[in-house]
């Protein structure tokens, strides 16, 4: 229930309700949430601040209480915590492509005026740190609070400045990112495009082994 809140945001009402009739849920949430850094932890440390703001904060306490007094303080510091300041240690740097100079404005929601540079290179930013089943909430809050006819023009025009950029795989954040932002035609096409330059790819190198010379015998 943790991943799907994290992950499915269309079952978040479901999954809300879930957790505030069974708050116990928390028992066997806590040594994931105390456990080793990751995707599972991050899930669960969510889903007990969840719990914890619907008004359980005592019972997720007293749960991680009965793991020792590491557990207790462990949780009751993630309960504490923003989760917009869990980042990764290390930033990514953004590419030369993804200035927004060069790609489309993203718009507020009542499209009155647009994000300036720097947000956009932030929301860049939290696209880059976004890992598969991982989104960093940041995202949600852009989603919630932007124009999604832009931002879903922003996200496709990333992805063509990195095909132009020839689709480096450490940038590979940029075909999330359609999910994230894009509608679902453009997570389609990002898709066939991708297929499309990797038969070509595929087509170019079979071409250059069959043209090169083979050493003649000795």
Same mark, same amino acid.
């Given at each position: 229930m943790a991943d799907w809140y994290v992950r499915l945001k269309s079952l978040r009402p479901v999954t809300l309700t879930w957790f505030g009739r069974h708050p116990g849920a928390a028992r066997r949430l806590i040594p994931a949430a105390v456990g080793k850094p990751g995707s599972e932890r991050r899930a669960a440390e969510t889903a007990l601040r969840v719990i914890s703001q619907l008004g359980h904060r005592d019972q997720v306490l007293a749960a991680a209480s009965e793991h020792g007094a590491e557990s207790r303080k462990a949780v009751e510091m993630a309960l504490n915590t923003d989760p917009l300041a869990v980042v990764p240690p290390r930033i990514p740097a953004l590419p030369p492509w993804a200035d927004p100079a060069i790609l489309p404005q993203i718009l507020l929601a009542d499209r009155s005026a647009a994000l300036p540079t720097e947000a956009v290179k932030h929301v860049c930013t939290m696209l880059a740190i976004c890992k598969p089943g991982d989104v960093y909430p940041g995202v949600d809050v852009v989603v919630d609070t932007c124009d999604r006819s832009s931002l879903s023009e922003f996200a496709w025009s990333l992805f063509q400045q990195w095909q132009l950029a020839g689709m480096p795989s450490k940038e590979a954040? *940029?075909?999330?990112?359609?999910?994230?932002?894009?509608?679902?035609?453009? *997570?389609?096409s990002s898709r066939e495009n991708q297929r499309g330059c990797g038969q070509a790819g595929s087509q170019r190198r079979r071409t250059r082994r069959q043209a090169s010379p083979r050493p003649g015998p000795r």
């Open positions: 954040w *940029v075909l999330d990112a359609q999910g994230y932002l894009g509608g679902d035609e453009k *997570v389609e």
